[in-house]
């Protein structure tokens, strides 16, 4: 049976919320019996285990405790109650500016954070060149660090967190910082740390991260734990939380039912500027993206199936009625997209006060990242193309991807590699 490197037990932190600041020093002074202030609990009795060589990924909402879960564990807090024990030295990269004095150096503070996690200056010494060649920040490191970016900042930071030779890596989002061929060098020390037997406890908002890096996935919500699982059952829940669908009795019943009603967008991640434009004899009245669950989601994962969904009401008699979807890039590129004149699927004349659903379905295979998705309905009217309804950039897409290939898509490419 594997050992534990970290036990949190019935742990929960508790934060006093005043009013006004003379009700804080009223307090503190022990000069009122009555209760000045309000109870948040940013964690309630969180129970969870890590063993020794695990990767376990912490996710949820903003607020939620993720990174004061990651600051009890490392003794920057201390809990209201229950019981935190690690075994093992820890190595903790937590929000930007953690442990360092902006006044000294970055080499001082080389030397500064490697003396508080228990080295001596002559071990430091020894890792001094590997901590500057991971960083890669030149003279810059004989510079106040106040002066330092945001991204040279991490470097510095992720270069000793992970050069000191812990046993337990623990890492918070500071790694979005991070320039993207910096966050690829971080990964790759991750693999490392993961075939040496390391543990490593990590926060982040890319679930494509924590599906590919962790054994396991913890999910906070409010300061409760919602659930801990694998990493894709704990992204599906997540999922669900995002939009506000997740209902607590579903882990009970086991059931993964998803209720498409009449409002399926007011359960997506709108666009609250949306452009639409279209004289609207045919409205887009309700939309949805759905996941090869059919769950009601903006999050699919690469290479899995997904579907998006439309209702349609006619204002007007329409003799043959165009659907449309359309995947743009951040910057606004068209990068696919159909509709069913192109798929060559007949659609009949509709009528004044009819409706109609149209569901696209296909497999995902864009590269993981952010995308946004639009909508539209049009025709031809007397040989002339007419614009009913349109909206541009609805909604947004995230792509989950544990592997991608280069481009915005992926060509599924097979390889063969023969020794001659």
């Not at 003279?139 to 000191?164: D, T, W």
């Not at 989002?173 to 390391?198: H, I, M, T």
């Not at 949306?274 to 989601?297: H, P």
């Not at 449309?324 to 606004?332: D, M, P, Q, R, S």
Request: charged share 25%.
């Amino acid at each position: 049976m594997s050992e534990m490197a970290i036990r949190v037990a019935d742990v929960t932190k508790i934060y006093k919320l005043y009013n006004k600041p003379q009700d804080r020093l009223k307090d503190s002074l022990g000069l009122t019996r009555k209760k000045c202030y309000k109870e948040h609990y940013a964690l309630n009795h969180i129970n969870f285990e890590v063993k020794c060589g695990e990767t376990v990924g912490i996710i949820g909402t903003n607020g939620s405790g993720k990174s004061t879960m990651l600051k009890l564990i490392t003794g920057v807090l201390t809990p209201s109650d229950g019981a935190i024990s690690v075994k093992g030295r820890i190595s903790a990269l937590l929000e930007l500016g953690a442990g360092f004095n902006m006044e000294y150096t970055g080499l001082e503070n080389v030397y500064l954070n490697g003396t508080m996690i228990g080295f001596s200056r002559s071990e430091i010494d020894e890792k001094l060149a590997a901590i500057l060649e991971f960083a890669d920040i030149g003279e810059f490191i004989h510079q106040p660090v106040k002066s330092y970016s945001s991204g040279m900042f991490v470097r510095l930071a992720f270069a000793v967190a992970i050069n000191i030779d812990p046993e337990i890596l623990i890492v918070d989002e500071a790694l979005s910082v991070g320039d993207v061929f910096f966050q690829a060098k971080c990964y790759r020390k991750f693999e490392e740390f993961k075939k040496l037997g390391k543990t490593i406890l990590f926060v982040s908002h890319d679930l494509g991260s924590i599906t590919k890096y962790c054994d396991r996935a913890i999910l906070l919500n409010k300061g409760e734990k919602v659930f801990e699982g694998t990493p894709k059952e704990t992204v599906d829940i997540y999922k669900k939380v995002l939009v506000g669908q997740f209902d607590p009795s579903e882990l009970e019943t086991d059931t993964t039912a998803n209720d498409i009603g009449a409002t399926w967008k007011d359960k997506v991640q709108a666009n609250p500027e949306v452009i639409e434009y279209g004289e609207k004899d045919a409205e887009i009245v309700d939309y949805a993206v759905l996941d090869d669950s059919d769950l009601i989601t903006n999050t699919v994962m690469k290479g899995s199936g997904f579907s998006v969904r439309m209702k349609v009401k006619f204002h007007k008699a329409v003799a043959e009625p165009i659907f449309a979807f359309t995947i743009k890039n951040l910057k606004g590129i068209e990068l696919t997209g159909t509709n069913t004149l192109c798929e060559k699927v007949e659609v009949k004349a509709v009528q004044a006060g009819e409706e109609r659903e149209i569901t696209f379905t296909q497999k995902l295979d864009l590269q993981g990242g952010e995308y946004l998705i639009s909508l539209g309905c049009t025709g031809y009217e007397k040989g002339e193309f007419v614009v009913y309804h349109r909206l541009y950039d609805v909604c947004n897409l995230t792509v989950i991807s544990e592997r991608d290939t280069v481009g915005y898509y992926d060509m599924n490419s097979t390889v063969e590699l023969k020794s001659l």
